[in-house]
């Protein structure tokens, strides 16, 4: 092995393993040929070794496994790329999490398609952030049909509190996802590293794929955190109304 290729291989696996993001190599037959700690991590496993070689049904229920393998014979299929797929991951054990994923058709020198390769982000804080968002939404949708055949004040009394907390506690969740994302982190190590590679390097369109991901991943958040805010803006609204008819409690949280 010469100089080049060991500091090329260096680089690879120090990015891979001090990034939060799992990523993984898969030949044609979607067996894992090389992932980092937070891949094992992702499927329960107990360390590398014990991933290599295998394939996502070992790990995950039939559903998403089946779906997995589909997007990636797909992709060797193509040579195409499935960018930004929310995947929703079921365990055997009733367990059920969320990924962002993106999948690339992993090349040769030749230019063949030997496999495929991704970055998948675990969105399950997210997606559960959204889901209870929705549910604000709906009782605020109920809330308002009732309001045109039931007294307007002793309503609002009913729901206000609860759903003001719900609010709270959901945007404080979200908010200490965007905290401990580290994305400006990861950029610059990212970055540093892409400076540092050949520009014929094989690591560098997964460096540069990871340097998207992260800056995505990171509008998607800020997003989210906006849509709640908005939403606790609403309801102090309907608050307001309620306090200019009867005095009601200001909610506190």
Same mark, same amino acid.
């Given at each position: 092995?010469?100089?080049?290729?060991?500091?090329?291989?260096?680089?690879?696996?120090?990015?891979?393993?001090? +990034?939060?993001? #799992?990523?993984?190599?898969?030949?044609?037959?979607?067996?894992?040929?090389?992932?980092? @700690?937070?891949?094992?991590?992702?499927? /329960? /496993?107990?360390?590398?070794?014990?991933?290599? /070689?295998?394939?996502?049904?070992?790990?995950?229920?039939?559903?998403?496994?089946?779906?997995?393998?589909?997007?990636?014979?797909?992709?060797?299929?193509?040579?195409?790329? +499935?960018?930004?797929?929310?995947?929703?991951?079921?365990?055997?054990?009733?367990?059920?999490?969320?990924?962002?994923?993106?999948?690339?058709?992993?090349?040769?020198?030749?230019?063949?398609?030997?496999?495929?390769?991704?970055?998948?982000?675990?969105?399950?804080?997210?997606?559960q952030a959204e889901a209870k968002m929705a549910q604000l939404n709906t009782?605020?949708?109920?809330?308002?049909?009732?309001?045109?055949?039931?007294?307007?004040?002793?309503?609002?009394?009913?729901?206000?509190?609860?759903?003001?907390?719900?609010? /709270?506690? #959901?945007?404080?969740? +979200?908010? #200490?996802?965007?905290?401990?994302?580290?994305?400006?982190?990861?950029?610059?190590?990212?970055?540093?590293?892409?400076?540092?590679?050949?520009?014929?390097?094989?690591?560098?369109?997964?460096?540069?794929?990871?340097?998207?991901?992260? @800056?995505?991943?990171?509008?998607?958040?800020?997003?989210?955190?906006?849509?709640?805010?908005?939403?606790?803006?609403?309801?102090?609204?309907?608050?307001?109304? +309620?306090?200019?008819?009867?005095?009601?409690?200001?909610?506190?949280?």
């Amino acid at each position: 092995m010469n100089q080049s290729s060991f500091d090329q291989q260096l680089l690879m696996l120090t990015l891979l393993n001090h +990034v939060e993001d #799992a990523i993984y190599f898969k030949d044609r037959e979607s067996r894992f040929r090389l992932v980092n @700690d937070s891949l094992v991590r992702a499927v /329960g /496993g107990k360390s590398i070794a014990e991933v290599l /070689g295998r394939t996502d049904a070992d790990f995950f229920g039939a559903a998403h496994a089946k779906a997995a393998l589909a997007t990636e014979e797909q992709i060797m299929r193509t040579a195409q790329p +499935v960018l930004n797929l929310e995947e929703k991951e079921d365990f055997p054990d009733g367990r059920v999490t969320w990924s962002s994923t993106s999948k690339y058709p992993l090349l040769n020198e030749t230019g063949q398609v030997i496999g495929t390769y991704g970055i998948s982000r675990d969105i399950t804080a997210r997606k559960q952030a959204e889901a209870k968002m929705a549910q604000l939404n709906t009782e605020l949708l109920n809330t308002e049909r009732r309001l045109a055949v039931m007294d307007f004040a002793e309503l609002i009394l009913f729901h206000t509190n609860h759903m003001a907390d719900v609010s /709270g506690q #959901a945007i404080d969740r +979200v908010s #200490a996802v965007m905290e401990n994302g580290h994305f400006g982190q990861i950029k610059q190590q990212a970055e540093r590293l892409i400076s540092l590679l050949p520009p014929d390097s094989p690591a560098m369109d997964p460096c540069i794929s990871l340097l998207g991901e992260v @800056d995505l991943e990171a509008e998607q958040q800020e997003k989210t955190r906006k849509d709640l805010l908005a939403l606790k803006k609403q309801l102090h609204g309907i608050i307001e109304l +309620v306090k200019a008819r009867k005095h009601v409690p200001a909610p506190t949280y």
